[in-house]
């Protein structure tokens, strides 16, 4: 079992810190600039893209559970049929972005905190990263559905070119065209459709055979269409949740201050480098998992749950200690700003802190869109960010400031892991 974990772990592992190396670069590129303003500016351009693309990140998963189901009893048809709903929501979600720009721009910049100094590099940013959103939710849905078939080489390919030719054109067009945020957003366009490009290409010489399984007919792409919505829908709902955490977490650190943005921003990526770690294993859950409840393994089913949940305690306690001993030379790889690095210290401690409390959530996330457990998956989220979140933040600011904000993503987190045991303990009752 746990070689079958790592066969699916280790590619999506790598391919996921790609993810977050690729902020870092950015993060990087924008705090050796002549202002602050970059740091921050890139961060609250970036928060309307998150926004954006984790509110179409249901595709991915619901197809990832949906697809590895269906592989486990070996339905070929439903298989097809999966990849070709998602591509058609995928199609339509891109093109309508392209749409309501302008008015998502105004939108979202009205509803964001931070200076205007920042406002107007970042809507620089925005107007040319939004060309990407097509590519991007596309490659969402080949994602989810390689994952599915149990094939996590696909998306380690597909997504490591992404980011080295985004990284690549990023710093020629920053460094050596000088085109600052607007550079970085370009870089992202051109990686996302490289990307495209790539899995396309993949698909055909792998899984041709499942061309002819299209269908041109409604009455069976619609068949499964409910159940498909349904659990779409689901993990909408919890995905809006998180959003507006990170969302609300962005804008407040804009709202105290351009350095306050700019540290968090920094120290966020602490976060998002061990997310994006541990998400490598609950891909892997998502495969396996769906794979034995598809096939009525519920022996196999136990086991990988066990499995996962040791290895994601094994390196949360592995980054914490990282992070304790490093977390200072980790700011100044971030910035050479000297006000960023001084203040970023005094949170140091909370990053720290993360790994332990949230990888249980992170498992858990794997094993619920393996079992398309998606209304357990909403109703843990909405409660943690209403009642952990919101909440403690709300209540702690008046007294410890920026802390307040740190002290609610570490009670949002725990709370997450912890009301996704209970209720699995209650689905096996069931």
Do not use: C
């Not at 460094?175 to 957003?185: F, S």
Request: aromatic share 16%.
């Amino acid at each position: 079992m746990n070689r079958q974990i790592i066969r699916l772990a280790l590619p999506n592992i790598l391919t996921n810190l790609t993810v977050p190396l690729l902020g870092m670069v950015d993060m990087y590129l924008m705090g050796h600039q002549d202002s602050v303003h970059y740091m921050g500016a890139v961060a609250l351009g970036a928060v309307i893209f998150n926004f954006v693309y984790w509110g179409f990140a249901f595709l991915r998963m619901s197809i990832s559970g949906l697809a590895a189901q269906s592989y486990g009893s070996n339905n070929k048809s439903e298989m097809a049929l999966v990849l070709q709903r998602g591509l058609l929501l995928a199609a339509v979600g891109g093109g309508l972005l392209l749409l309501i720009q302008i008015p998502l721009a105004d939108f979202s910049f009205w509803l964001l905190e931070g200076s205007s100094d920042v406002k107007v590099i970042a809507r620089e940013y925005y107007f040319v990263r939004i060309w990407a959103a097509p590519a991007a939710i596309l490659l969402m849905v080949f994602y989810g559905w390689f994952l599915g078939m149990q094939n996590a080489i696909y998306p380690m390919i597909i997504a490591i070119t992404v980011n080295v030719v985004n990284v690549i054109f990023s710093f020629i067009l920053v460094d050596y065209i000088g085109m600052q945020a607007r550079g970085v957003a370009l870089g992202s366009v051109i990686g996302q459709y490289t990307g495209l490009f790539l899995a396309v290409i993949l698909f055909f010489n792998r899984y041709r055979g499942m061309v002819p399984l299209f269908t041109s007919h409604i009455q069976p792409l619609m068949a499964q269409m409910n159940r498909f919505l349904n659990v779409s829908g689901d993990i909408f709902i919890r995905t809006m949740s998180i959003i507006a955490v990170f969302t609300f977490f962005t804008s407040k650190s804009a709202g105290i201050g351009d350095v306050t943005l700019a540290v968090n921003s920094a120290l966020l990526q602490y976060l998002f480098l061990f997310s994006y770690f541990l998400d490598g294993f609950a891909y892997s859950g998502e495969a396996l998992v769906g794979r034995f409840f598809g096939g009525d393994n519920w022996k196999g089913l136990a086991m990988v749950v066990r499995r996962l949940m040791l290895w994601g305690l094994s390196f949360a306690l592995l980054f914490t200690l990282v992070y304790a001993l490093m977390g200072s030379r980790l700011l100044k790889v971030f910035t050479d700003q000297p006000e960023v690095v001084e203040k970023g210290r005094e949170y140091l401690i909370w990053v720290t802190l993360i790994p332990l409390v949230s990888f249980a959530s992170y498992i858990w996330d794997g094993v619920f869109i393996g079992i398309t457990a998606s209304k357990a998956m909403r109703n843990s989220v909405v409660i943690a960010a209403l009642f952990f979140f919101f909440f403690p933040y709300y209540g702690l600011y008046p007294y410890v400031g920026n802390h307040a904000i740190w002290i609610g993503m570490l009670l949002f987190m725990a709370a997450r892991g912890l009301s996704l045991t209970i209720l699995y303990a209650r689905i096996n009752k069931v």
